[in-house]
């Protein structure tokens, strides 16, 4: 018999030392952004295998964990033709469920609905430290309400999470794509070759301003219209006026964008700017954009944006949507590198019970102990009770010999 | 483009109003747990499929949904054998995962280990009310505690566990596979039988005695043992001695059930009975087997055992364990089917807002009425206010006209 003792290739067990983290930080989460009034959902791990594979997911649909048909229907698959052995996989983000159960419920739920999804999600990427294959997200959206108060509301409750954490030393990114596509076509770029000019300015940070010029050269776009392109990244401003005006951006966009950041800083002590150069990946999105980038990690833990054309695409019913995704397990890694505590641990205590030691009366002593809300772990004494002793002492038991 | 709306089959969508209470019992559940010295883990949902095909999971087995190795090693499959194609697939209990989390990760566990596991198990079953294809587990285990302080201490903490909400009207069936064994040998039916016996008598309360006689007869066994094997059941008692008496058991199989039941019933108020007819499906069973019978409710809600023998099969170390599962959506159901209401709901408010309200002071009310853990939802007013304040109510928000 092979029984296979390390979990399956780029997924992990989690020990209870590192379940207990996990667990404190999902509690203030919850807490947090059930004061803002958003409602938890959940939805199943397994999708159809057609919402998986409709185009919403970018590069994540190239990643997907197939499983196969059962039974009869996969006796009648071809097997020429691998996929259609499948009829289901593992989901690779909350997006895709969130937008069919919003399809499929959107009757019973109350409108603007402040969606609140805890979930595992599965990408077979090649493994590397740090990334997983199957890791949590934490998502936010609110779907109906088109004005700013989403993104404010969203960018509230997750600042407010994070202050909850004590975690300090991050800044809110913002940006809006409506920016991006008018700086491209204000500079006589064209709007066919916008992703392609999007990913080569995704890359400033890694490349520099001449490597962004050298990528934008290697898409046969005119060079002046290039270097006039790049030439609005160089207004140095922190006014989003004035950085706009170069391009003519249309008054209520910017405003829109001014109010935001307007709102969360004097709302709460926080580092939010705006980021001209900020893309942010999924195509989907259409007006603001924002990411939570971490000072000394390099890579962000967190971002999302507006994308109000989704849904429609799905339902033929125009909703318009915002959302805010937590990299759960980047935030985790995180606050154990900065020897982050959880608080306020219960007090424990470990009856260690010789042989012959009475069941009965023991087991009234630990009951009475644990309705006081203690917690009692007993235990038989070891014949090496001097480790034992030591290992109990080491998880910050106190020890009570019976 | 195909989309499908509804979940995939057999799975379901969880809307807020059912999370609610999910996450309420979950919450109470792990208060108590740890209080009882429980440590968390966490598996993988997606498990090598070399160890779903081990024997250990019975018929679950044949209900897997396996999942389609991927790149390279898929096109190394060979076509015309399915399972070629295959290297892992969706966990159908949380059993074969603690197992190998306890082979991979032993030296890193205080032992006695008590684990304590939530998570989703998926089986292709077919569909049927109540039943569903992805269902939560909730699993205590104590691995390395080859005395009756693992059962008594496992049954404390669930039934206080189920006290803590109020839930009432069940018994807790307790057994001893040993003895189930010792009655079939006694009566001179063959152990080689033991298994089809045991089928046949886990029928009883549905067939009555008669019912089981002619199942057993069925089995081309002497009549006469089986006869005599019935007339065991036949004995009026709730004495564990007396009954045991006629088929001579061993005295300390029965002293150790004596003391489990009696220890339990000192500690807490409850109903716990020896019932030589329980059975519990899982063949690695070693020991004392224990289930939750709710009286109203056709089948259990939760049940464990001993498996004293399982661990060491695929570790080659010998490790005594014993288990107690919670049926987490039954016990759902059965809350909601009694009214269960989630207690102390925090206080609800909706900030109804203008069109031209300012949003800069909106939200600096909002933010000062959460830091007083006062949860705020902010909407404007819609169209139909009449029916959006309704909705708002309905839902027990305290409304506030912005």
Redesign the interface.
């Known amino acids: 018999?092979?029984?296979?003792?390390?979990?399956?290739k780029g997924?992990?067990?989690?020990?209870?030392k590192d379940?207990?983290l996990?667990?404190y930080v999902l509690k203030v989460m919850?807490e947090t952004y059930?004061?803002?009034?958003f409602?938890?959902?959940?939805?199943?791990?397994?999708?159809?295998i057609?919402?998986l594979t409709?185009?919403q997911g970018g590069e994540n649909e190239k990643l997907i964990?197939?499983?196969?048909k059962?039974?009869e229907k996969?006796k009648e698959g071809n097997?020429?033709e691998?996929d259609s052995?499948?009829d289901?996989g593992?989901r690779y983000d909350l997006t895709v469920?969130l937008?069919?159960?919003y399809?499929?419920?959107m009757n019973?739920?109350?409108?603007?609905f402040?969606s609140f999804q805890i979930g595992?999600v599965?990408r077979?990427e090649r493994s590397q430290k740090g990334r997983y294959?199957?890791f949590m997200q934490c998502d936010l959206d609110i779907l109906g309400?088109k004005?700013?108060?989403a993104e404010?509301?969203l960018m509230?409750a997750v600042i407010?999470f994070l202050k909850k954490l004590d975690f300090k030393g991050f800044t809110i990114k913002v940006n809006d794509r409506r920016i991006l596509t008018k700086m491209i076509e204000c500079a006589g770029l064209p709007l066919s070759s916008l992703s392609s000019i999007l990913i080569a300015l995704d890359k400033l940070d890694k490349i520099g301003i001449l490597g962004v010029e050298e990528e934008l050269n290697m898409l046969s776009l005119e060079k002046d219209n290039v270097k006039k392109y790049l030439s609005f990244f160089e207004k140095n401003t922190d006014s989003i006026e004035e950085f706009c005006q170069s391009f003519s951006m249309d008054a209520d966009v910017v405003s829109n964008l001014c109010?935001i950041i307007?709102?969360v800083k004097?709302?709460?002590d926080v580092n939010i700017i705006f980021d001209p150069t900020l893309v942010r990946g999924m195509g989907y999105y259409t007006g603001t954009i924002f990411e939570i980038v971490v000072d000394d990690f390099s890579s962000s833990i967190g971002g999302g944006g507006r994308y109000d054309k989704m849904i429609e695409?799905?339902?033929n019913q125009s909703v318009s949507a915002c959302g805010f995704s937590i990299g759960f397990e980047r935030l985790l890694l995180l606050l154990e590198e900065r020897g982050f505590k959880v608080p306020d641990k219960?007090e424990?205590l470990?009856i260690v019970?010789s042989k012959d030691a009475n069941?009965?009366e023991v087991?009234?002593k630990a009951?009475k102990l644990?309705q006081k809300?203690?917690?009692?772990?007993?235990?038989?004494r070891s014949k090496n009770y001097r480790f034992q002793k030591e290992?109990?002492e080491n998880?910050n038991y106190e020890i009570l010999e019976w």
């Not at 997924?11 to 209870?16: K, V």
């Not at 964990?65 to 196969?68: G, L």
Request: aromatic share 8%.
């Open positions: 018999m092979s029984f296979i003792k390390t979990p399956n997924m992990r067990d989690i020990l209870p379940m207990e996990r667990e919850k059930l004061l803002f009034g409602q938890m959902i959940q939805t199943p791990v397994v999708e159809h057609e919402n409709s185009n964990f197939k499983v196969m059962r039974g996969l097997i020429l691998l052995l499948v289901c593992l469920p937008t069919r159960f399809a499929n419920s019973e739920l109350s409108m603007p402040r595992n599965y077979a294959r199957e309400e004005t700013s108060l404010i509301d509230l407010t109010e307007q709102v004097n709302n709460i695409k799905y339902t219960k424990k470990a019970l069941l009965q087991f009234l009951q644990r809300n203690k917690q009692v772990k007993l235990v038989y290992s109990l998880e």
